[in-house]
Protein backbone atom coordinates (compact mmCIF):
# COMPACT_ATOMS: atom_id res chain seq x y z
CA UNK A 1 0.00 0.00 0.00
CA UNK A 2 2.79 2.13 1.23
CA UNK A 3 4.79 1.60 -2.45
CA UNK A 4 1.06 2.26 -4.73
CA UNK A 5 1.21 5.68 -2.64
CA UNK A 6 4.61 6.48 -2.95
CA UNK A 7 3.76 5.49 -6.59
CA UNK A 8 1.29 7.97 -7.18
CA UNK A 9 3.23 11.07 -5.30
CA UNK A 10 5.67 11.01 -7.95
CA UNK A 11 2.94 10.40 -10.88
CA UNK A 12 1.31 13.47 -9.61
CA UNK A 13 4.69 15.40 -9.38
CA UNK A 14 5.17 14.23 -13.22
CA UNK A 15 1.49 15.40 -14.46
CA UNK A 16 1.41 18.34 -12.16
CA UNK A 17 1.89 21.76 -13.86
CA UNK A 18 5.50 23.38 -12.93
CA UNK A 19 4.68 27.46 -12.22
CA UNK A 20 8.08 29.19 -12.79
CA UNK A 21 9.28 31.77 -10.55
CA UNK A 22 7.97 35.27 -10.96
CA UNK A 23 10.42 37.20 -13.24
CA UNK A 24 12.19 40.23 -11.82
CA UNK A 25 12.41 43.84 -12.82
CA UNK A 26 15.93 44.43 -14.13
CA UNK A 27 17.89 47.38 -13.09
CA UNK A 28 20.53 48.72 -15.53
CA UNK A 29 23.28 51.44 -14.22
CA UNK A 30 25.29 53.52 -16.89
CA UNK A 31 26.14 56.94 -17.95
CA UNK A 32 25.90 58.60 -21.58
CA UNK A 33 28.57 60.93 -22.89
CA UNK A 34 27.09 64.70 -23.33
CA UNK A 35 28.06 68.33 -24.34
CA UNK A 36 31.71 68.99 -22.65
CA UNK A 37 32.07 72.32 -20.24
CA UNK A 38 32.89 75.58 -22.07
CA UNK A 39 36.67 75.60 -22.92
CA UNK A 40 36.82 72.45 -22.23
CA UNK A 41 37.07 68.91 -24.75
CA UNK A 42 36.02 66.12 -22.25
CA UNK A 43 32.74 64.83 -22.56
CA UNK A 44 30.41 65.31 -19.81
CA UNK A 45 29.32 62.15 -18.01
CA UNK A 46 25.07 62.29 -17.19
CA UNK A 47 24.44 59.23 -15.34
CA UNK A 48 21.62 57.02 -14.86
CA UNK A 49 19.51 53.93 -13.63
CA UNK A 50 17.22 52.13 -16.01
CA UNK A 51 14.33 50.11 -14.98
CA UNK A 52 12.94 47.55 -17.20
CA UNK A 53 9.82 45.79 -16.08
CA UNK A 54 9.93 42.27 -16.11
CA UNK A 55 6.81 41.80 -18.44
CA UNK A 56 8.86 44.43 -21.04
CA UNK A 57 10.35 42.80 -24.18
CA UNK A 58 11.02 43.46 -28.19
CA UNK A 59 7.35 41.34 -28.33
CA UNK A 60 5.97 43.00 -25.58
CA UNK A 61 7.17 46.74 -25.69
CA UNK A 62 6.03 49.45 -22.83
CA UNK A 63 6.47 53.64 -22.37
CA UNK A 64 9.02 54.93 -20.62
CA UNK A 65 9.25 57.66 -17.26
CA UNK A 66 11.88 59.79 -16.95
CA UNK A 67 12.59 60.75 -13.72
CA UNK A 68 15.05 63.26 -12.23
CA UNK A 69 15.55 65.00 -8.22
CA UNK A 70 16.02 68.14 -6.67
CA UNK A 71 18.43 71.12 -6.11
CA UNK A 72 21.44 69.41 -4.52
CA UNK A 73 20.32 65.46 -4.72
CA UNK A 74 20.99 62.51 -6.96
CA UNK A 75 18.84 59.83 -8.72
CA UNK A 76 16.64 57.22 -7.18
CA UNK A 77 17.93 53.82 -7.40
CA UNK A 78 15.23 51.55 -5.91
CA UNK A 79 13.27 49.90 -7.66
CA UNK A 80 10.17 50.36 -4.88
CA UNK A 81 10.41 53.37 -5.48
CA UNK A 82 8.74 52.64 -8.81
CA UNK A 83 6.51 50.05 -8.07
CA UNK A 84 3.32 51.55 -9.04
CA UNK A 85 4.70 52.88 -12.77
CA UNK A 86 6.12 48.96 -12.88
CA UNK A 87 2.65 47.61 -12.34
CA UNK A 88 0.97 49.80 -14.68
CA UNK A 89 2.96 48.98 -17.17
CA UNK A 90 6.14 51.60 -17.74
CA UNK A 91 9.60 51.60 -17.75
CA UNK A 92 11.63 54.43 -15.91
CA UNK A 93 14.73 55.85 -15.84
CA UNK A 94 16.22 58.28 -13.12
CA UNK A 95 19.18 60.24 -13.65
CA UNK A 96 21.25 62.31 -12.38
CA UNK A 97 21.23 66.25 -13.20
CA UNK A 98 24.81 67.56 -14.58
CA UNK A 99 27.44 68.08 -11.64
CA UNK A 100 25.22 65.92 -9.01
CA UNK A 101 25.16 62.11 -8.01
CA UNK A 102 27.56 60.53 -10.57
CA UNK A 103 27.46 62.66 -13.15
CA UNK A 104 30.20 65.03 -14.33
CA UNK A 105 30.41 68.89 -15.12
CA UNK A 106 29.05 72.13 -13.55
CA UNK A 107 25.15 73.16 -12.88
CA UNK A 108 23.87 75.29 -15.49
CA UNK A 109 20.86 75.35 -13.53
CA UNK A 110 18.70 74.18 -16.91
CA UNK A 111 20.04 76.09 -19.61
CA UNK A 112 19.72 74.05 -23.06
CA UNK A 113 22.71 73.92 -24.47
CA UNK A 114 24.05 71.97 -21.14
CA UNK A 115 21.10 70.35 -19.15
CA UNK A 116 19.16 70.22 -22.19
CA UNK A 117 20.59 68.89 -24.27
CA UNK A 118 22.11 66.22 -21.44
CA UNK A 119 17.44 65.04 -21.44
CA UNK A 120 18.28 64.78 -25.49
CA UNK A 121 21.44 62.35 -24.88
CA UNK A 122 19.28 60.19 -22.39
CA UNK A 123 16.05 60.42 -24.60
CA UNK A 124 18.74 59.26 -27.73
CA UNK A 125 19.87 56.33 -25.34
CA UNK A 126 16.20 54.92 -24.70
CA UNK A 127 15.31 55.70 -28.22
CA UNK A 128 17.74 52.70 -28.97
CA UNK A 129 16.18 49.97 -26.81
CA UNK A 130 14.26 47.25 -28.11
CA UNK A 131 11.75 46.88 -25.30
CA UNK A 132 10.59 50.55 -25.31
CA UNK A 133 7.72 51.37 -27.26
CA UNK A 134 8.68 53.26 -30.63
CA UNK A 135 6.17 56.20 -32.49
CA UNK A 136 8.43 55.65 -35.42
CA UNK A 137 12.20 55.20 -36.13
CA UNK A 138 14.22 56.99 -33.24
CA UNK A 139 11.27 58.73 -31.75
CA UNK A 140 10.75 56.43 -28.05
CA UNK A 141 7.13 56.79 -26.46
CA UNK A 142 7.91 58.86 -22.95
CA UNK A 143 6.75 61.31 -20.50
CA UNK A 144 8.38 62.65 -17.07
CA UNK A 145 8.14 63.14 -13.93
CA UNK A 146 9.92 65.01 -11.16
CA UNK A 147 9.51 68.41 -8.94
CA UNK A 148 10.94 71.53 -8.00
CA UNK A 149 14.32 70.97 -10.52
CA UNK A 150 13.24 67.68 -11.28
CA UNK A 151 10.86 69.72 -13.05
CA UNK A 152 12.52 71.82 -14.87
CA UNK A 153 14.52 69.70 -16.39
CA UNK A 154 11.58 68.43 -18.24
CA UNK A 155 10.69 71.98 -19.76
CA UNK A 156 14.67 72.16 -20.50
CA UNK A 157 14.40 68.79 -22.46
CA UNK A 158 11.43 69.16 -24.36
CA UNK A 159 12.00 73.06 -25.39
CA UNK A 160 15.54 72.41 -26.09
CA UNK A 161 14.18 69.22 -28.93
CA UNK A 162 11.62 72.04 -29.80
CA UNK A 163 14.47 74.77 -30.32
CA UNK A 164 16.86 72.02 -32.25
CA UNK A 165 14.24 70.00 -34.57
CA UNK A 166 11.11 71.53 -34.72
CA UNK A 167 9.55 68.95 -32.09
CA UNK A 168 9.85 67.39 -28.91
CA UNK A 169 9.96 63.45 -28.17
CA UNK A 170 8.32 63.54 -25.00
CA UNK A 171 4.44 63.20 -25.10
CA UNK A 172 3.47 64.15 -21.97
CA UNK A 173 5.23 65.60 -19.14
CA UNK A 174 4.00 66.39 -15.45
CA UNK A 175 6.52 69.01 -13.63
CA UNK A 176 5.88 69.95 -10.24
CA UNK A 177 6.55 72.83 -8.10
CA UNK A 178 8.84 73.99 -10.58
CA UNK A 179 9.16 78.06 -12.87
CA UNK A 180 8.51 79.78 -15.39
CA UNK A 181 11.54 82.28 -15.28
CA UNK A 182 14.00 81.42 -13.02
CA UNK A 183 15.68 84.96 -12.18
CA UNK A 184 12.03 86.21 -11.71
CA UNK A 185 11.55 83.43 -8.90
CA UNK A 186 14.88 83.86 -7.10
CA UNK A 187 14.72 87.73 -7.50
CA UNK A 188 11.65 89.52 -8.25
CA UNK A 189 12.23 92.79 -9.02
CA UNK A 190 15.71 92.44 -8.42
CA UNK A 191 14.71 91.85 -4.60
CA UNK A 192 16.40 88.54 -3.30
CA UNK A 193 14.67 85.97 -1.70
CA UNK A 194 17.23 85.29 1.42
CA UNK A 195 16.09 82.53 2.94
CA UNK A 196 15.43 80.56 -0.19
CA UNK A 197 19.02 81.30 -1.95
CA UNK A 198 21.07 81.24 1.45
CA UNK A 199 19.24 76.98 1.39
CA UNK A 200 19.75 76.75 -2.06
CA UNK A 201 23.32 77.63 -2.08
CA UNK A 202 24.24 75.85 0.78
CA UNK A 203 22.65 72.49 -0.51
CA UNK A 204 24.55 72.87 -4.63
CA UNK A 205 26.48 76.26 -4.26
CA UNK A 206 29.90 74.94 -5.00
CA UNK A 207 28.61 73.18 -7.49
CA UNK A 208 28.26 76.50 -9.46
CA UNK A 209 30.30 78.15 -11.59
CA UNK A 210 33.09 79.89 -10.08
CA UNK A 211 31.89 83.38 -10.90
CA UNK A 212 28.38 82.41 -10.88
CA UNK A 213 29.17 80.95 -7.35
CA UNK A 214 30.45 84.58 -6.02
CA UNK A 215 28.00 86.67 -7.53
CA UNK A 216 25.30 84.71 -6.38
CA UNK A 217 27.15 84.91 -2.69
CA UNK A 218 26.95 88.52 -3.15
CA UNK A 219 23.20 88.62 -4.20
CA UNK A 220 22.65 87.00 -0.81
CA UNK A 221 24.80 89.34 1.19
CA UNK A 222 22.84 92.70 -0.37
CA UNK A 223 19.17 91.35 -0.62
CA UNK A 224 19.37 93.01 -4.10
CA UNK A 225 20.49 92.26 -7.77
CA UNK A 226 24.19 93.05 -7.94
CA UNK A 227 25.69 95.94 -10.15
CA UNK A 228 29.04 95.66 -12.35
CA UNK A 229 30.39 92.66 -13.35
CA UNK A 230 28.75 89.82 -10.91
CA UNK A 231 25.29 91.59 -11.93
CA UNK A 232 26.12 90.98 -15.70
CA UNK A 233 27.47 87.60 -14.84
CA UNK A 234 24.04 86.48 -12.90
CA UNK A 235 21.94 87.99 -16.18
CA UNK A 236 24.00 85.61 -18.34
CA UNK A 237 23.83 83.02 -16.55
CA UNK A 238 20.03 83.06 -15.92
CA UNK A 239 18.90 84.29 -19.62
CA UNK A 240 18.13 81.60 -21.38
CA UNK A 241 17.24 78.92 -18.17
CA UNK A 242 13.42 78.56 -18.19
CA UNK A 243 10.34 78.55 -20.60
CA UNK A 244 9.51 82.28 -20.17
CA UNK A 245 12.74 82.34 -22.44
CA UNK A 246 11.97 79.92 -25.07
CA UNK A 247 8.56 81.18 -25.30
CA UNK A 248 9.99 84.85 -26.08
CA UNK A 249 11.54 82.99 -28.72
CA UNK A 250 8.30 81.76 -30.61
CA UNK A 251 8.40 78.30 -28.99
CA UNK A 252 5.40 76.57 -27.03
CA UNK A 253 5.23 72.81 -26.17
CA UNK A 254 2.15 71.48 -27.91
CA UNK A 255 2.14 68.47 -25.86
CA UNK A 256 -0.52 67.73 -22.45
CA UNK A 257 1.08 68.40 -19.28
CA UNK A 258 -0.35 68.21 -15.42
CA UNK A 259 1.11 71.15 -14.10
CA UNK A 260 1.24 70.68 -10.00
CA UNK A 261 2.01 74.08 -8.41
CA UNK A 262 2.54 74.97 -4.38
CA UNK A 263 0.69 77.67 -3.53
CA UNK A 264 1.95 78.17 -0.31
CA UNK A 265 5.36 77.74 -2.21
CA UNK A 266 7.36 81.14 -1.47
CA UNK A 267 10.39 79.91 -3.80
CA UNK A 268 8.39 78.85 -7.17
CA UNK A 269 5.28 80.87 -6.51
CA UNK A 270 1.91 80.08 -7.79
CA UNK A 271 2.13 83.07 -10.18
CA UNK A 272 5.29 80.86 -11.74
CA UNK A 273 3.05 77.57 -12.61
CA UNK A 274 0.04 79.59 -13.41
CA UNK A 275 2.75 81.72 -16.26
CA UNK A 276 3.53 77.77 -17.35
CA UNK A 277 -0.07 77.11 -18.08
CA UNK A 278 -0.97 80.08 -19.68
CA UNK A 279 1.96 80.90 -21.79
CA UNK A 280 4.11 77.61 -22.24
CA UNK A 281 1.57 75.50 -23.87
CA UNK A 282 -0.21 75.54 -27.15
CA UNK A 283 -4.06 76.18 -27.30
CA UNK A 284 -4.62 72.51 -28.24
CA UNK A 285 -2.14 71.51 -25.39
CA UNK A 286 -3.86 73.51 -22.55
CA UNK A 287 -6.77 72.03 -23.61
CA UNK A 288 -5.46 68.37 -22.72
CA UNK A 289 -3.80 69.37 -19.61
CA UNK A 290 -4.80 70.00 -16.25
CA UNK A 291 -3.70 72.44 -13.37
CA UNK A 292 -3.06 71.85 -9.43
CA UNK A 293 -2.53 73.96 -7.05
CA UNK A 294 -1.73 72.91 -3.38
CA UNK A 295 -1.11 73.94 -0.31
CA UNK A 296 2.50 72.70 -0.19
CA UNK A 297 5.78 73.43 -2.31
CA UNK A 298 8.87 74.79 -0.77
CA UNK A 299 7.27 76.36 2.52
CA UNK A 300 8.63 78.94 4.94
CA UNK A 301 5.82 79.97 7.12
CA UNK A 302 5.29 83.71 6.93
CA UNK A 303 6.02 84.94 10.29
CA UNK A 304 6.60 88.84 9.60
CA UNK A 305 4.25 89.75 8.01
CA UNK A 306 1.79 87.07 9.91
CA UNK A 307 0.19 84.49 7.25
CA UNK A 308 -1.68 81.43 7.34
CA UNK A 309 -2.52 78.39 5.24
CA UNK A 310 -3.81 75.27 5.75
CA UNK A 311 -1.77 72.17 4.09
CA UNK A 312 -2.68 69.37 2.03
CA UNK A 313 -3.99 68.58 -1.51
CA UNK A 314 -7.70 68.36 -1.80
CA UNK A 315 -7.66 69.08 -5.93
CA UNK A 316 -6.17 66.14 -6.38
CA UNK A 317 -8.64 63.77 -4.16
CA UNK A 318 -11.06 65.71 -5.62
CA UNK A 319 -10.21 64.72 -9.46
CA UNK A 320 -10.22 61.20 -7.93
CA UNK A 321 -6.47 60.89 -6.29
CA UNK A 322 -5.11 60.61 -3.02
CA UNK A 323 -2.34 62.44 -4.03
CA UNK A 324 -0.51 64.36 -6.77
CA UNK A 325 1.16 61.56 -7.31
CA UNK A 326 -1.65 58.90 -7.97
CA UNK A 327 -2.92 62.05 -10.40
CA UNK A 328 0.52 61.99 -12.29
CA UNK A 329 0.04 58.09 -12.83
CA UNK A 330 -3.83 58.20 -14.26
CA UNK A 331 -2.35 61.00 -16.24
CA UNK A 332 0.76 59.44 -18.22
CA UNK A 333 -1.93 56.07 -17.98
CA UNK A 334 -4.27 58.18 -20.07
CA UNK A 335 -1.99 59.56 -22.48
CA UNK A 336 0.41 57.39 -23.24
CA UNK A 337 -1.37 53.63 -22.32
CA UNK A 338 -4.95 55.24 -23.67
CA UNK A 339 -6.80 53.86 -20.61
CA UNK A 340 -9.67 55.16 -19.97
CA UNK A 341 -8.89 56.39 -16.36
CA UNK A 342 -11.93 58.44 -15.18
CA UNK A 343 -10.10 61.28 -15.05
CA UNK A 344 -11.32 65.00 -16.06
CA UNK A 345 -10.82 68.62 -15.19
CA UNK A 346 -8.60 69.28 -18.08
CA UNK A 347 -8.17 72.85 -19.36
CA UNK A 348 -9.17 74.20 -16.20
CA UNK A 349 -7.54 75.66 -12.71
CA UNK A 350 -7.72 73.50 -9.80
CA UNK A 351 -6.51 75.57 -6.88
CA UNK A 352 -6.60 74.59 -3.18
CA UNK A 353 -8.02 77.83 -1.11
CA UNK A 354 -6.46 78.93 1.99
CA UNK A 355 -8.93 76.86 4.28
CA UNK A 356 -8.38 73.65 1.94
CA UNK A 357 -10.79 73.44 -0.26
CA UNK A 358 -10.66 72.78 -4.03
CA UNK A 359 -11.94 75.72 -6.17
CA UNK A 360 -12.06 75.12 -9.87
CA UNK A 361 -12.07 78.07 -12.15
CA UNK A 362 -11.76 78.05 -16.34
CA UNK A 363 -10.55 81.46 -16.32
CA UNK A 364 -8.78 84.17 -14.07
CA UNK A 365 -8.86 87.18 -15.83
CA UNK A 366 -9.25 90.13 -13.33
CA UNK A 367 -12.83 90.65 -13.22
CA UNK A 368 -13.03 93.50 -10.36
CA UNK A 369 -11.04 97.21 -9.67
CA UNK A 370 -11.38 98.57 -6.69
CA UNK A 371 -9.76 102.59 -6.52
CA UNK A 372 -7.52 102.63 -3.71
CA UNK A 373 -6.84 106.09 -2.02
CA UNK A 374 -3.02 107.02 -1.02
CA UNK A 375 -0.95 104.45 0.96
CA UNK A 376 1.60 105.28 2.73
CA UNK A 377 3.95 103.09 4.10
CA UNK A 378 7.67 102.95 5.81
CA UNK A 379 10.10 101.36 4.07
CA UNK A 380 12.86 99.22 6.17
CA UNK A 381 11.73 99.20 9.35
CA UNK A 382 8.08 99.07 10.81
CA UNK A 383 4.69 97.41 10.87
CA UNK A 384 2.68 96.66 7.64
CA UNK A 385 -0.45 98.41 6.43
CA UNK A 386 -3.44 96.72 6.14
CA UNK A 387 -6.05 98.70 3.76
CA UNK A 388 -9.44 97.65 3.50
CA UNK A 389 -10.65 96.28 0.45
CA UNK A 390 -13.93 93.66 0.72
CA UNK A 391 -16.00 92.61 2.78
CA UNK A 392 -16.86 88.76 2.67
CA UNK A 393 -18.62 86.66 1.67
CA UNK A 394 -15.84 86.91 -1.27
CA UNK A 395 -13.89 84.61 -3.44
CA UNK A 396 -10.66 85.72 -4.90
CA UNK A 397 -8.49 83.38 -7.04
CA UNK A 398 -5.55 83.90 -9.56
CA UNK A 399 -2.64 86.82 -9.76
CA UNK A 400 -3.91 89.73 -8.08
CA UNK A 401 -2.22 93.21 -9.56
CA UNK A 402 -1.65 97.14 -8.16
CA UNK A 403 -0.70 99.34 -10.38
CA UNK A 404 -0.43 102.44 -8.58
CA UNK A 405 2.40 106.48 -9.06
CA UNK A 406 5.16 105.69 -6.62
CA UNK A 407 6.99 107.70 -4.49
CA UNK A 408 10.35 107.51 -2.55
CA UNK A 409 12.37 109.39 -0.40
CA UNK A 410 15.63 107.55 -0.13
CA UNK A 411 16.88 105.17 -3.21
CA UNK A 412 16.95 101.28 -2.69
CA UNK A 413 13.44 101.73 -1.03
CA UNK A 414 11.17 98.71 -0.51
CA UNK A 415 8.02 97.50 0.36
CA UNK A 416 6.02 93.71 0.01
CA UNK A 417 2.56 93.51 -1.11
CA UNK A 418 0.29 90.67 -0.53
CA UNK A 419 -3.62 89.95 0.13
CA UNK A 420 -4.80 89.35 3.50
CA UNK A 421 -7.64 88.21 5.18
CA UNK A 422 -9.25 89.45 8.74
CA UNK A 423 -12.00 90.64 11.18
CA UNK A 424 -9.70 93.94 11.04
CA UNK A 425 -6.88 95.39 10.22
CA UNK A 426 -4.74 94.13 13.62
CA UNK A 427 -6.18 90.74 12.80
CA UNK A 428 -5.65 90.25 9.52
CA UNK A 429 -2.86 87.78 8.13
CA UNK A 430 -1.20 87.44 4.39
CA UNK A 431 -2.84 84.57 2.67
CA UNK A 432 -1.17 81.86 2.13
CA UNK A 433 2.54 82.95 3.29
CA UNK A 434 3.51 84.78 -0.08
CA UNK A 435 4.45 88.60 -0.48
CA UNK A 436 5.84 89.86 -3.44
CA UNK A 437 8.04 93.35 -3.47
CA UNK A 438 8.47 96.54 -5.16
CA UNK A 439 12.13 97.50 -5.06
CA UNK A 440 12.72 101.22 -6.24
CA UNK A 441 16.48 101.01 -7.32
CA UNK A 442 16.47 104.90 -7.74
CA UNK A 443 14.47 107.69 -5.81
CA UNK A 444 10.83 107.37 -7.47
CA UNK A 445 8.87 110.79 -8.02
CA UNK A 446 5.11 109.15 -9.23
CA UNK A 447 6.47 106.66 -11.36
CA UNK A 448 3.76 104.57 -12.63
CA UNK A 449 4.26 100.87 -11.54
CA UNK A 450 2.41 97.45 -11.84
CA UNK A 451 2.61 95.38 -9.17
CA UNK A 452 2.13 91.43 -9.03
CA UNK A 453 0.88 89.80 -6.40
CA UNK A 454 1.20 86.75 -5.26
CA UNK A 455 -1.21 84.69 -6.91
CA UNK A 456 -4.22 83.01 -4.36
CA UNK A 457 -6.99 81.35 -3.68
CA UNK A 458 -9.22 82.35 -0.70
CA UNK A 459 -12.92 82.73 0.57
CA UNK A 460 -13.05 85.36 2.59
CA UNK A 461 -16.18 84.44 4.70
CA UNK A 462 -18.59 87.01 6.16
CA UNK A 463 -18.02 88.85 8.94
CA UNK A 464 -14.35 89.02 8.10
CA UNK A 465 -12.54 91.21 5.72
CA UNK A 466 -10.24 91.41 2.43
CA UNK A 467 -6.97 93.62 2.73
CA UNK A 468 -4.28 94.95 0.57
CA UNK A 469 -1.33 94.36 3.02
CA UNK A 470 2.04 96.68 2.02
CA UNK A 471 4.83 95.70 4.53
CA UNK A 472 8.31 97.20 4.99
CA UNK A 473 9.76 94.11 5.72
CA UNK A 474 9.60 90.40 4.77
CA UNK A 475 11.37 87.52 6.20
CA UNK A 476 11.48 85.90 3.10
CA UNK A 477 13.74 88.94 1.72
CA UNK A 478 15.13 89.18 4.93
CA UNK A 479 18.84 90.93 4.63
CA UNK A 480 17.32 93.94 1.53
CA UNK A 481 20.37 96.20 2.19
CA UNK A 482 19.11 99.93 2.43
CA UNK A 483 21.13 103.18 3.17
CA UNK A 484 17.81 104.30 5.59
CA UNK A 485 14.56 103.66 6.78
CA UNK A 486 12.32 105.66 5.01
CA UNK A 487 9.50 105.99 3.45
CA UNK A 488 7.26 104.78 0.30
CA UNK A 489 3.65 106.34 -0.90
CA UNK A 490 1.39 105.32 -3.63
CA UNK A 491 -1.23 107.40 -5.45
CA UNK A 492 -3.81 107.17 -7.71
CA UNK A 493 -4.00 102.99 -7.23
CA UNK A 494 -6.16 100.52 -8.90
CA UNK A 495 -6.36 96.56 -7.45
CA UNK A 496 -7.46 94.18 -9.92
CA UNK A 497 -8.68 90.81 -9.02
CA UNK A 498 -10.74 87.77 -9.98
CA UNK A 499 -13.86 87.26 -7.96
CA UNK A 500 -14.31 83.64 -8.49
CA UNK A 501 -18.46 83.11 -9.65
Known sequence: MRRVLALLGVVALLISPVVP????????????ASVPEPGTTTPVRICYSLFKPATASAQHTVPLIFHSHGWGGSRTTDPAAFKAWFDAGFGVLSFDQRSFGQSTGVAHVMNPDYEGRDVVKLVDLVAGLDWVTKQGPGDPLIGAIGGSYGGGYQFAGAFTELRDSGRTRFDALAPEITWWDLKQSLAPMEAARTLWLTSLFAVGGTHLPPAVSAAFVQLIATGGWPTGKAGRDLDAFFAHNGPAWHVRQGRKLDIPVLFGQGITDNLFNLNQGLANFDRALTARARAKSIFVGYNGGHTLPSVVPPGYGTAGDPCSI???????????????????LHQETGLSGFGAYHLSTADGRCLTQRNLTPNKRYQLGKIVTPTGVGLPVNLPIAKGPITIAGTPTLTADVYTVVPRSAAYFA???????????????NTMPLREKSTARGVRRTIELPAIAVDVPAGQNLYLTVAPVADMYAGQRGPLPGVMMLKNGTLRVHVAG
Open 419 to 433: LSVGTNPLTAKVVQN
Open 21 to 32: AAAANTVTNGCV
Open 318 to 336: TLGSPSFSGLALRFMRLRL
